[in-house]
């Protein structure tokens, strides 16, 4: 049956309380040949990421990094919260996570999905906590997206997906300089919501501590890169500034009157995702936003 226009709009208001967030979760590799192995899976593992987001139905994107020569990375952004969706990852991404789990270091017990709880505790344990989470919609889910685009008649085609995304590994001065950061994360915090929506082309953004000096910046953005990141230079500039005062090898600032540099900082720290998934590919930030609009 289909659903009216008052109940979609009461579904709305009752989701916009509800939290959207973002899961760090961390594989320790075994050896190199097991990082080697790991990472080929994985990028031949587009269809089963798919099939596994699509069924598991509260997953905005998903990716998967190597950090480091021993240390791969699942990201996802995701309506709920964070326990209760990586409770739910054995169910829906069992044929992603079994294999990779094979080449992990004290390793969840496989099959995860004859094992949800052993998982959950375990993938609990290695997950790392977000400083700092942006939502270009935040309370909006991923289903209401793709039934506001289905509703409107929009196909969505991951082929001709226009969403990037941005998986930049920034070396910090030390544990002392990520302390710091810390203390100014509510000033951060300011500068990044009010530069994300002036920017209009962010998905969603989060600023992770990884452990041994790193933190990531791990966004989603509607590309070009050039053009997102010469927007990032005008629009986010002081919170770059207050990030790069932590910063080894950082670029010169201020960031806005040195975008060149910053662009060029940002291209050399960017890892690309050994696999990526979208729940709605192709839809880009003001696409949802003028959906959004046209249903209210």
């Not at 961390?26 to 990028?43: G, N, V």
């Not at 593992?45 to 997953?59: F, K, N, P, Q, R």
């Not at 997206?145 to 991951?158: F, H, N, P, V």
């Not at 998986?167 to 002392?176: C, F, H, N, S, W």
Request: glycine residues 8%.
């Amino acid at each position: 049956m289909k659903t009216t226009l008052l109940e979609e709009t009461a579904s709305r208001k009752a989701i916009a309380t509800s939290p959207q967030g973002h899961l760090t979760l961390t594989f320790a590799l075994k050896s190199p040949a097991d990082a080697a192995a790991a990472r080929a899976e994985l990028q031949a593992s587009t269809d089963a990421l798919y099939e596994a987001g699509d069924a598991m139905g509260t997953v905005h994107y998903c990716r998967f990094i190597a950090i480091d020569e021993e240390t791969i990375c699942m990201l996802a952004d995701f309506d709920g919260e964070l326990e209760a969706v990586v409770g739910e990852l054995p169910r829906h991404f069992g044929a992603v996570l079994d294999p990779l789990l094979a080449h992990v270091s004290d390793a969840a017990p496989t099959p995860v999905a004859r094992h949800p709880e052993a998982f959950t505790t375990w993938a609990m344990a290695r997950s790392r906590k977000s400083m700092i989470g942006y939502s270009a919609v935040p309370g909006l889910t991923a289903q209401q997206i793709k039934s506001l685009a289905t509703e409107a008649g929009i196909e969505m085609d991951r082929v001709g997906a226009a969403q990037l995304p941005l998986l930049d590994l920034m070396p910090m001065k030390g544990k002392v300089a990520i302390l710091a950061l810390s203390g100014g994360l509510k000033l951060l915090k300011s500068y990044i919501s009010k530069g994300g929506d002036s920017v209009g082309t962010v998905h969603f953004a989060f600023l992770v501590d990884l452990g041994q000096d790193r933190v990531g910046f791990f966004t989603i953005y509607d590309g070009p890169f050039d053009k997102y990141a010469q927007d990032f230079a005008d629009q986010l500039g002081p919170a770059f500034d207050l990030i790069f005062k932590f910063t080894a090898t950082a670029p010169p600032t201020p960031t806005s009157r040195n975008a060149a540099p910053f662009t060029q900082w940002v291209k050399d720290h960017d890892l690309v995702p050994l696999a990526f998934y979208c729940a709605y590919p192709g839809l880009l930030v003001q696409d949802v936003k003028a959906l959004l609009a046209d249903a209210a």
